[in-house]
């Protein structure tokens, strides 16, 4: 199994522009999360879905952020429009149920 | 809303030396999960406790469960150069509820 999979590994991008982060999770893993770590912070939960449904949203920060589950193997965070203060590590983990999560490698955000 | 703290933020020990970090929760836990993320790395599943007062040994890590299931504490047993890295303690509230909520974490690092 390939684990959970994320693209990109590295965005660069400026400002105000519109940024789109990807997931797949592991084949029948019903709970996805999307997570945004920073030195400051530390891992925040944003958004969390169960069998693509989105279940607790609190965590996302504003309007800018949004995301979407259109099936079971493939999620999207998105930042529209992207600021510097979005620059951090954006991970998606999934899980069956409430077992352990298994996390993806990231996305390192930066926002110039 | 539930807040999960670990002490201390930093633990820079010699090689060989033992090793605790301390989470506590706000709130009362259903169960507590365990992750090591090593720098650049993501989060990676250690240990899941679930009872009161429960005790778990892999190798040289101790994992304690509080009697009042608020706390939780690791121990490593004579560090060794791969211990590096960040141990995070996660909480989970209820049963049926899949989000975690992950500790500020603590960064351990190891002099040869």
């Known amino acids: 199994d390939a684990g959970v999979i994320q693209s990109p590994r590295h965005e660069v991008t400026e400002m105000g522009q519109e940024v789109t982060l990807r997931c797949k999770p592991i084949s029948g893993h019903n709970s996805l999360f999307w997570y945004r770590q920073t030195m400051m912070r530390g891992l925040e939960l944003l958004i969390y879905f169960n069998n693509n449904v989105p279940i607790d949203d609190s965590g996302m920060p504003e309007d800018r952020f949004s995301a979407k589950m259109p099936n079971a193997s493939f999620s999207t965070l998105k930042i529209q429009p992207s600021e510097p203060r979005d620059s951090a590590v954006y991970f998606c983990a999934d899980s069956l149920g409430n077992q352990p999560q298994h996390f993806g490698d990231g996305t390192r955000l930066s926002i110039l | 809303g539930q807040q999960v703290m670990q002490i201390p933020q930093y633990q820079h020990v010699q090689e060989g030396e033992d090793f605790t970090t301390y989470c506590n929760s706000s709130t009362t836990l259903s169960n507590i999960q365990w992750y090591k993320q090593r720098p650049g790395g993501h989060p990676v599943f250690l240990i899941q406790?679930?009872?009161?007062?429960e005790v778990k040994k892999q190798k040289r890590l101790t994992f304690q469960f509080g009697e009042a299931k608020k706390n939780s504490s690791l121990h490593i047993t004579a560090t060794q150069t791969t211990d590096v890295g960040t141990y995070f303690c996660a909480g989970r509230k209820g049963i049926g509820n899949e989000k975690l909520t992950f500790g500020t974490g603590t960064r351990l690092t190891i002099i040869p």
């Open positions: 406790l679930v009872k009161s007062g």
